[in-house]
């Protein structure tokens, strides 16, 4: 049986300084999200089903990338899923991957991620359950001291009806039947408005692809 607990949660006025841990910025996040913003912009009603989702997934996996090799991460693809990966100085690793959030990404309600994972990121889990022991006594995740280890996801979600972006930063740690269902720490980024400059507000609280096995999300048209 796998092991759960309480996720430690940082809401998103603390999340600059829990960002720091993984070498990221708010200016770093609001460029992530232009690029999303961009890509939104480009995609009409006229394209495939899934343009969005995937277009989503290749520019957020890329963009992720570019900031993080700046600080020595590494570029991973484990079993077909794109992450990317440091090594720490306590001998253990901390990997980070993207994928797609249900409506509950970036709230106070647990979320799920929106699309069926495969068999790495149920390794990153096993992954996390194995250091689970060693960190339930650290301190909260907004902590500066906090040693940050295992396997994340950063959760996007496309919401449509609020035209709204929605992120956080978390820990899964457990799985059902392909999806993510729960999570050991969550960080909370900002939600970010559509078809506004971009800025990193705190505002209240679909359609993204991650592994290549994911099933691809439907956009809707523009107009719609």
Not at 64 to 82: F, I, M, S, T, Y
Not at 92 to 120: E, F, I, M, W
Not at 166 to 188: A, C, F, H, M
Request: net charge negative; glycine share 6%; charged share 25%.
């Amino acid at each position: 049986m796998q092991k759960t607990q309480q996720p430690s949660f940082t809401t998103s006025d603390n999340a600059i300084d829990a960002l720091k841990a993984f070498d990221l910025t708010n200016d770093d996040i609001d460029d992530l999200v232009q690029v999303l913003q961009e890509v939104d912009a480009q995609v009409r009603g006229s394209h495939p089903k899934g343009t969005r989702g995937t277009r989503y997934w290749h520019e957020a996996v890329s963009t992720l990338r570019e900031k993080l090799l700046a600080h020595g991460w590494l570029p991973v693809d484990h079993k077909n899923q794109p992450r990317v990966m440091k090594q720490l100085t306590n001998g253990q690793s901390l990997s980070l991957t993207v994928s797609s959030g249900d409506k509950n990404t970036g709230t106070n309600n647990t979320p799920k991620t929106k699309n069926l994972k495969g068999s790495s990121t149920k390794s990153g889990i096993d992954y996390n359950q194995l250091t689970l022991d060693l960190e339930h006594n650290l301190p909260t995740i907004g902590a500066k001291d906090k040693d940050i280890t295992g396997f994340w996801i950063l959760l996007v979600h496309h919401d449509e009806s609020n035209e709204e972006i929605r992120l956080e930063l978390s820990k899964p740690n457990n799985y059902i039947k392909g999806q993510v269902t729960s999570w050991q720490d969550r960080i909370i980024l900002p939600c970010y408005k559509l078809n506004q400059d971009i800025e990193f507000s705190i505002g209240e609280y679909d359609n993204f692809v991650n592994d290549a096995i994911d099933i691809p999300v439907n956009p809707k048209a523009k107009n719609e």
